[in-house]
């Protein structure tokens, strides 16, 4: 089993998946790969850093918290090797190339990635949903081998078919009041390793969110502190979905952007699936449609 979580930002991953991955962790063990692959280069977020110092710290914490949860972490490179800039990624065909790379490469069972929105009201991050649009812009071309060879060339005679994974839409916070789900994964026993993981990112949640002023949060001096702020967090997210409990979930929209899933084989492959909280009737109605059945 191979999993990818796909996203614009350092410290993304923490907030909307990380639950879930150690939890197939702890199912799978060795039979597992999982890998996380960030987007941009990760140096507007910060207000007293340089972009520089900033760059190059996000990607050591993102490296910190790679080793605390033992999954792997890709930066995406555009075939002339530069990360895309952070705070303006646009759709452009280099982004596209390497994505496309990026997954070919890799082959995952299952793909994560940021949702579109569809309501006008809803707040969005750019990168977020230009990283949501190039995911479904290129999941038809992953089994097309020629769709980037001007930028990476190969034999073009000789191709050989690449898996196309199943996509999933993560829960985005910037699209507050917007967001829907199929699946809850009750990620309570997996919460103090989310804690940790997040924990890495100092710069972001000690320095830069609780500036920016978005997220309501003070600056956090302590593990017990930032458990705490992290634990709210969790509780805003169920209130605004409906959830009525005090454990932790992550939220997760089946697409039919990839290959597409029959409920069975995502109730058998998901760990700690709440058939409470999940919308299980509602997705088998939506595969069976677009599966023909």
Not at 82 to 110: G, M, N, V
Not at 190 to 212: D, G, N, R, T, Y
Request: aromatic letters at 10%; glycine letters at 6%; proline letters at 6%.
């Amino acid at each position: 089993m191979k999993i990818l979580c796909v996203h614009a930002h350092f410290d993304d991953f923490e907030f909307v998946a990380s639950g879930t991955f150690e939890l197939w962790r702890g199912v799978a063990q060795k039979d597992l790969r999982a890998r996380v692959l960030v987007c941009t280069d990760g140096k507007a977020g910060h207000q007293f850093r340089t972009r520089e110092e900033t760059g190059k710290l996000r990607i050591q914490e993102q490296e910190k918290s790679a080793q605390a949860g033992n999954y792997e972490l890709q930066i995406l490179r555009l075939p002339s090797g530069e990360i895309p800039r952070e705070a303006c990624l646009q759709i452009s065909t280099p982004f596209l190339a390497a994505l496309w790379k990026a997954i070919r490469d890799f082959e995952p069972d299952y793909l994560f990635c940021p949702p579109l929105g569809g309501d006008p009201l809803a707040g969005v991050h750019n990168d977020h949903i230009t990283v949501a649009e190039a995911v479904r812009r290129v999941a038809y071309m992953i089994n097309v081998p020629h769709a980037f060879t001007p930028e990476y060339p190969t034999d073009e005679t000789k191709s050989t078919l690449r898996k196309v994974p199943v996509i999933i839409n993560v829960y985005d916070g910037y699209m507050f009041g917007a967001n829907a789900f199929d699946l809850a994964i009750d990620v309570e026993d997996a919460f103090p390793k989310i804690a940790e993981m997040s924990w890495c990112h100092q710069s972001q949640i000690a320095e830069w969110l609780p500036w920016v002023g978005r997220h309501n949060m003070h600056p956090p001096r302590s593990m017990e502190e930032w458990t705490k702020i992290l634990r709210d967090r969790f509780d805003r997210k169920n209130r605004e979905v409906g959830i009525a409990s005090a454990r932790a979930f992550e939220l997760f929209t089946v697409t039919a952007w990839g290959e597409i899933p029959n409920c069975e084989e995502l109730l058998r492959d998901f760990p700690s699936i709440s058939t409470e909280f999940s919308n299980l009737d509602t997705l088998r109605q939506k595969l069976a449609k677009w599966g023909g059945s």
